[in-house]
């Protein structure tokens, strides 16, 4: 029987992706593992790869078709044997799934059957990431809500539009007043505002409609304190200059950013209880140092992570971060090189920025941003005024995993190793 060739699903949290291109055509015989279509996520073009051998029997999604959910069958694929004619007996997959309709009201004396419940395997229901997380965030039973997602699956959109389920009468209690809902924005009316202006319409692309629903989600679901302090540079700045001296040779040049890459995760390893995550029910605390750093791109940014930073040398995490930033510019990395990590960095100091907040990067605990460094006057221990070059920072976390009094901790340990640097390499 012919076999449906579904789009992958090539990251945790991927929904739906664009079929950028097909590298095989109708015809084609194909093996597991050749390269049969590129696919578009929200932040990098991907290979992907036949599971299964034969021949491409029909082609159902075309190439460039935007927002095809995962699972959904793009191309039947014919075994041994099989010809197009199988493909006739073979019920026809729907390549989209058509908008549910509004439910019509029904009559006080008529009763409506049940709407479905979602796909469950035993007592598992099968939900995205997101969606699991968001409905633990609002207290929602992810046995009661029904999923649009392919087969079944609960995706974002559902849990966003359910509701927590009401107390039995018994157990009530006096009802508690219930924040806003914000109403979706009404691009219409926006445009309305503008008519007789001149502007530009952009439309959103994978990776702004992605940045846009996570931020807003850190926004709302991410309870941020700030911590702020300013780091004197002068003594890493000497010592900065002495070892690309020395490493001149090797073509190796430390910026300013690799040392706090590893200030960062140095303190990590010295405030344990700081280096975690918040997955929903319970916090996972990491052992190694993987350490995620703002890379902007053209339309957006990336967050490669350097995976065991505490382990590795300044020119290690140099080069490292050099050929990360390299290809997120390209949109040639791979899912597992920009998630994870259990902290990041956003430096916007090269720009001229001196101090800002960020948002933290769920599931993150914690995000460090960087002002640039300025000379400044500043009162030495013995009371006299004299200038050093004084870099700000703000210290962004999540208040779930972190607390006040720990994330002071931390920062204080980012504080210490940049201000000795030396003491980095023993």
Known sequence: MPIEILMPALSPTMEEGTLAKWLVKEGDAVSSGDVI??????????????????VIGKVLVAEGTADVKVNTPIAMLLEDGESADDLDASPEPAPKAAPAKPAEPAAAATPTAAPPAPTQSGDRVFASPLARRIAADKGLDLSQITGTGPRGRIVKADVESATPQ????AQAAAPAASAP??????ASAIAKMYEGR?????????????IAARLTEAKQTIP????????????????????????????????VNDFIIKACALALQQVPAANAVWAGDRILQLEPSDVAV???IEGGLFTPVLKDAHQKSLSALSAEMKDLATRARDRKLAPHEYQGGSFAI???????????????????????????GLKKPVVADDGSVTVATVMSMTLSVDHRVIDGALGAELLQAIVDNLENPMAMLA
């Open 294 to 296: 703002a890379v902007a």
């Open 181 to 186: 809902v914000a109403k979706p924005v009404d």
């Open 198 to 210: 001149a502007y530009t319409e952009l439309p959103l692309d994978g990776m702004r409609k992605t």
């Open 37 to 54: 279509a590129e696919i578009e996520t929200d932040k990098a073009t991907m290979e992907f790869e036949a599971v299964d051998e034969g």
């Open 166 to 169: 009401a107390a039995a009468p």
């Open 224 to 255: 941020h304190f700030y911590l702020r302090r300013s780091v004197t540079l002068d003594p890493l700045m000497a010592f900065r200059a002495q070892l690309n001296a020395q490493l001149e040779k090797r073509g190796v040049k430390l910026s």
């Open 346 to 372: 956003s430096n916007l100091g090269m720009m001229g920025i001196e101090n800002f907040d960020a948002v933290i990067n769920p599931p993150h605990g914690a995000i460090l941003a960087v002002g640039a």
